[in-house]
Protein backbone atom coordinates (compact mmCIF):
# COMPACT_ATOMS: atom_id res chain seq x y z
CA UNK A 1 0.00 0.00 0.00
CA UNK A 2 1.29 3.39 -0.63
CA UNK A 3 1.39 6.36 1.82
CA UNK A 4 -0.15 9.59 0.99
CA UNK A 5 -3.78 10.34 -0.86
CA UNK A 6 -3.57 13.39 -3.64
CA UNK A 7 -6.42 15.20 -4.65
CA UNK A 8 -7.09 17.98 -7.06
CA UNK A 9 -8.10 21.65 -6.13
CA UNK A 10 -11.84 21.09 -5.14
CA UNK A 11 -11.93 24.70 -6.63
CA UNK A 12 -11.47 23.78 -9.95
CA UNK A 13 -14.27 24.15 -12.45
CA UNK A 14 -13.64 20.68 -14.73
CA UNK A 15 -16.04 20.81 -17.34
CA UNK A 16 -18.31 23.66 -18.92
CA UNK A 17 -20.92 20.89 -20.49
CA UNK A 18 -24.30 21.70 -19.01
CA UNK A 19 -25.43 18.26 -18.00
CA UNK A 20 -22.57 17.40 -16.51
CA UNK A 21 -22.10 20.69 -14.86
CA UNK A 22 -25.64 20.19 -13.25
CA UNK A 23 -24.38 16.25 -12.47
CA UNK A 24 -21.73 17.01 -10.81
CA UNK A 25 -23.33 19.97 -8.79
CA UNK A 26 -25.90 17.60 -7.40
CA UNK A 27 -23.52 15.13 -6.38
CA UNK A 28 -21.77 17.74 -4.93
CA UNK A 29 -24.72 18.57 -3.16
CA UNK A 30 -25.64 15.46 -1.27
CA UNK A 31 -21.98 14.43 -0.85
CA UNK A 32 -22.31 14.85 3.03
CA UNK A 33 -25.20 12.96 3.28
CA UNK A 34 -24.68 10.30 0.45
CA UNK A 35 -23.20 7.33 2.57
CA UNK A 36 -26.11 7.83 5.22
CA UNK A 37 -28.43 7.56 2.28
CA UNK A 38 -27.09 4.32 0.89
CA UNK A 39 -26.45 3.00 4.43
CA UNK A 40 -29.07 0.21 3.64
CA UNK A 41 -28.72 -0.71 0.47
CA UNK A 42 -25.05 -0.72 0.76
CA UNK A 43 -25.64 -3.86 3.17
CA UNK A 44 -26.93 -5.84 -0.20
CA UNK A 45 -24.35 -4.11 -2.44
CA UNK A 46 -20.99 -4.86 -0.41
CA UNK A 47 -20.97 -8.56 -1.15
CA UNK A 48 -21.25 -7.80 -5.14
CA UNK A 49 -18.39 -5.27 -4.89
CA UNK A 50 -16.21 -7.59 -2.80
CA UNK A 51 -16.69 -9.78 -5.51
CA UNK A 52 -16.16 -7.68 -8.82
CA UNK A 53 -12.54 -6.50 -7.21
CA UNK A 54 -12.04 -10.18 -6.60
CA UNK A 55 -11.62 -10.26 -10.32
CA UNK A 56 -9.41 -7.52 -10.83
CA UNK A 57 -6.26 -8.50 -13.05
CA UNK A 58 -3.42 -5.91 -12.26
CA UNK A 59 -0.95 -4.31 -11.85
CA UNK A 60 -2.31 -1.25 -13.58
CA UNK A 61 -6.67 -0.51 -12.83
CA UNK A 62 -8.38 2.53 -13.16
CA UNK A 63 -11.26 2.75 -11.39
CA UNK A 64 -13.73 5.60 -12.33
CA UNK A 65 -16.81 6.83 -10.77
CA UNK A 66 -14.99 6.31 -7.04
CA UNK A 67 -17.53 8.19 -4.95
CA UNK A 68 -17.04 8.18 -1.34
CA UNK A 69 -14.14 5.66 -1.41
CA UNK A 70 -16.26 2.41 -0.85
CA UNK A 71 -14.50 -0.06 -3.29
CA UNK A 72 -10.80 1.04 -1.08
CA UNK A 73 -11.05 -1.72 1.22
CA UNK A 74 -11.51 -4.07 -1.47
CA UNK A 75 -8.67 -3.01 -3.63
CA UNK A 76 -5.69 -5.56 -4.39
CA UNK A 77 -3.17 -5.03 -2.31
CA UNK A 78 -0.63 -5.44 -5.23
CA UNK A 79 -2.27 -3.39 -7.42
CA UNK A 80 -1.99 0.65 -8.46
CA UNK A 81 -5.35 1.73 -8.49
CA UNK A 82 -6.18 5.03 -10.39
CA UNK A 83 -9.44 6.61 -9.08
CA UNK A 84 -11.12 9.49 -10.69
CA UNK A 85 -14.22 10.95 -9.64
CA UNK A 86 -16.45 14.09 -11.36
CA UNK A 87 -17.77 15.71 -7.88
CA UNK A 88 -14.95 17.15 -5.11
CA UNK A 89 -16.86 16.76 -2.30
CA UNK A 90 -17.28 13.09 -2.99
CA UNK A 91 -12.86 12.89 -3.30
CA UNK A 92 -12.62 14.26 -0.34
CA UNK A 93 -14.53 11.66 1.84
CA UNK A 94 -12.58 9.01 -0.38
CA UNK A 95 -9.54 10.84 0.52
CA UNK A 96 -10.46 10.56 4.40
CA UNK A 97 -11.51 6.58 3.81
CA UNK A 98 -8.10 6.40 1.57
CA UNK A 99 -6.03 6.93 4.68
CA UNK A 100 -8.11 5.83 7.07
CA UNK A 101 -7.29 2.47 5.50
CA UNK A 102 -3.47 3.73 5.07
CA UNK A 103 -3.83 3.53 1.21
CA UNK A 104 -1.67 6.09 -0.78
CA UNK A 105 -4.68 6.35 -3.40
CA UNK A 106 -4.25 8.12 -6.45
CA UNK A 107 -7.72 10.22 -6.09
CA UNK A 108 -8.32 12.94 -9.32
CA UNK A 109 -11.07 15.58 -10.13
CA UNK A 110 -11.75 13.43 -13.67
CA UNK A 111 -14.98 12.81 -16.22
CA UNK A 112 -15.20 9.28 -17.52
CA UNK A 113 -16.65 10.91 -20.62
CA UNK A 114 -13.11 12.70 -20.91
CA UNK A 115 -10.51 10.63 -19.40
CA UNK A 116 -6.62 12.38 -18.91
CA UNK A 117 -4.71 9.06 -20.06
CA UNK A 118 -3.46 8.10 -23.20
CA UNK A 119 -4.81 5.41 -24.64
CA UNK A 120 -4.13 1.80 -23.63
CA UNK A 121 -3.05 2.83 -20.23
CA UNK A 122 -4.76 0.45 -18.19
CA UNK A 123 -5.04 -3.58 -17.22
CA UNK A 124 -8.73 -3.14 -15.58
CA UNK A 125 -11.00 -0.47 -15.40
CA UNK A 126 -13.91 -1.18 -12.69
CA UNK A 127 -17.09 1.00 -12.17
CA UNK A 128 -19.28 0.71 -9.55
CA UNK A 129 -23.28 2.26 -10.02
CA UNK A 130 -21.74 4.92 -11.98
CA UNK A 131 -23.03 4.90 -15.35
CA UNK A 132 -26.76 5.75 -14.07
CA UNK A 133 -25.52 9.18 -13.59
CA UNK A 134 -23.08 10.07 -16.77
CA UNK A 135 -24.66 12.13 -19.04
CA UNK A 136 -23.07 10.49 -22.21
CA UNK A 137 -23.31 7.01 -21.26
CA UNK A 138 -22.21 6.29 -24.28
CA UNK A 139 -19.28 8.43 -24.50
CA UNK A 140 -18.15 7.74 -21.32
CA UNK A 141 -17.89 3.93 -22.31
CA UNK A 142 -15.81 4.59 -25.69
CA UNK A 143 -13.45 6.34 -23.48
CA UNK A 144 -12.77 3.49 -21.00
CA UNK A 145 -12.52 1.31 -24.60
CA UNK A 146 -9.76 3.79 -25.69
CA UNK A 147 -7.77 3.65 -22.22
CA UNK A 148 -8.23 -0.33 -21.65
CA UNK A 149 -5.17 -2.21 -23.25
CA UNK A 150 -5.26 -4.85 -25.69
CA UNK A 151 -6.56 -8.16 -23.51
CA UNK A 152 -7.70 -6.29 -20.25
CA UNK A 153 -11.00 -6.22 -18.98
CA UNK A 154 -13.95 -4.10 -17.97
CA UNK A 155 -15.28 -4.93 -15.18
CA UNK A 156 -18.95 -3.17 -14.26
CA UNK A 157 -21.50 -3.25 -11.56
CA UNK A 158 -24.63 -1.65 -12.26
CA UNK A 159 -28.33 -1.14 -11.71
CA UNK A 160 -30.48 -0.75 -14.90
CA UNK A 161 -33.96 -0.69 -16.37
CA UNK A 162 -36.04 -3.63 -15.62
CA UNK A 163 -36.94 -5.57 -18.94
CA UNK A 164 -40.93 -6.10 -18.02
CA UNK A 165 -43.60 -3.49 -19.56
CA UNK A 166 -45.59 -2.73 -16.57
CA UNK A 167 -42.03 -2.23 -14.27
CA UNK A 168 -39.97 -0.88 -17.05
CA UNK A 169 -42.66 2.24 -18.29
CA UNK A 170 -43.04 2.57 -14.00
CA UNK A 171 -39.31 2.98 -14.24
CA UNK A 172 -39.61 5.53 -16.99
CA UNK A 173 -42.19 7.55 -15.00
CA UNK A 174 -40.42 7.86 -12.21
CA UNK A 175 -36.65 8.35 -13.95
CA UNK A 176 -36.91 12.59 -14.23
CA UNK A 177 -37.76 12.81 -10.66
CA UNK A 178 -35.28 10.65 -9.12
CA UNK A 179 -32.42 12.02 -11.35
CA UNK A 180 -33.68 15.25 -10.36
CA UNK A 181 -33.09 14.08 -6.43
CA UNK A 182 -29.67 12.27 -6.81
CA UNK A 183 -29.11 12.68 -10.24
CA UNK A 184 -29.28 9.00 -10.55
CA UNK A 185 -31.52 7.76 -13.81
CA UNK A 186 -32.85 4.32 -13.01
CA UNK A 187 -33.85 3.54 -16.39
CA UNK A 188 -30.35 3.39 -18.34
CA UNK A 189 -29.90 0.19 -20.78
CA UNK A 190 -26.36 0.11 -19.88
CA UNK A 191 -26.22 -3.69 -21.90
CA UNK A 192 -27.13 -1.74 -25.26
CA UNK A 193 -25.01 1.17 -24.30
CA UNK A 194 -22.00 -0.92 -24.18
CA UNK A 195 -22.68 -2.41 -27.16
CA UNK A 196 -23.35 1.05 -29.06
CA UNK A 197 -19.83 2.26 -27.60
CA UNK A 198 -18.10 -0.75 -29.38
CA UNK A 199 -17.56 -2.99 -26.63
CA UNK A 200 -17.61 -6.71 -26.52
CA UNK A 201 -19.51 -7.85 -23.76
CA UNK A 202 -18.11 -11.16 -21.92
CA UNK A 203 -20.34 -11.94 -19.16
CA UNK A 204 -23.61 -10.60 -18.03
CA UNK A 205 -24.56 -11.86 -14.40
CA UNK A 206 -27.57 -11.41 -12.95
CA UNK A 207 -27.59 -10.69 -9.24
CA UNK A 208 -31.61 -10.29 -8.32
CA UNK A 209 -34.26 -12.01 -9.82
CA UNK A 210 -35.39 -8.89 -11.56
CA UNK A 211 -32.92 -8.43 -13.65
CA UNK A 212 -31.79 -4.91 -12.58
CA UNK A 213 -28.36 -5.56 -10.60
CA UNK A 214 -25.98 -6.82 -12.95
CA UNK A 215 -21.93 -8.17 -12.59
CA UNK A 216 -20.28 -7.12 -16.55
CA UNK A 217 -17.36 -8.19 -17.58
CA UNK A 218 -16.50 -6.69 -21.25
CA UNK A 219 -13.54 -5.61 -23.39
CA UNK A 220 -12.10 -3.60 -26.18
CA UNK A 221 -13.34 -5.07 -29.64
CA UNK A 222 -9.75 -6.22 -31.09
Request: glycine letters at 6%; charged letters at 25%.
Amino acid sequence: MRANSTILDPSTKYLDNDATDLTQKRYQRIAPLYDKIESLMERRFRPWRQKLWQSVRGPEVLEVGVGTGKNIEFWPANAEVTAIDLTPGMLAIARQRATSLDWDADLRLGDVQSLEFPSASFDTVVATFVFCSVPDPVQGLREIGRVIRPGGQILLLEHVRIDRPVIGKMMDALAPIIVRLNGANINRRTIENIRIAGLQIEQVEDLDSMGMFKFILARAQD
